[in-house]
């Protein structure tokens, strides 16, 4: 790039983007957001429907539909999709707003924790409740 007179200093944006900085990963991060809101649509319309069929139906029941092969599969796919969406909202969040690096990170690191904690035990409930019907 050529320099004129009061240009010293100014660099091609582009090359400053091209290998360096969020922008190897955040075409991914944004895909997957959309992804998994897309998907939580259906999810959660699903799980709506499910959770009303369950209103006036007492423990025995709840367990029995919970253990249904579908079921079980179609929570434990809305359990990962949920956790994960709200792992990469909040992160975008983190990533804005915070801006002391170790607070960032310490945060971020958290969030990753506490998401992978929730969502094994949620799964972990629903394959309780599965495998005990299946006895």
Known sequence: MSEFPGQSGMRDPLKTARHWGPSRTGVQH??????????????????????????????????????????????????????WHGMLGLDVIIGDYVHARGQEVTLQIALRFGALLGALATILAVLAVWFTRLH
């Open 30 to 83: 944004w895909w997957v957001q959309r992804l998994t809101a897309v998907a939580l649509i259906p999810l959660t319309l699903w799980f709506l429907f499910f959770v009303a069929g369950l209103l006036h139906a007492d423990y025995d029941a709840v367990l029995a539909s919970i253990g249904q092969p579908v079921h079980a599969f179609l929570l434990i796919v809305l359990t990962v999709c949920s956790y």
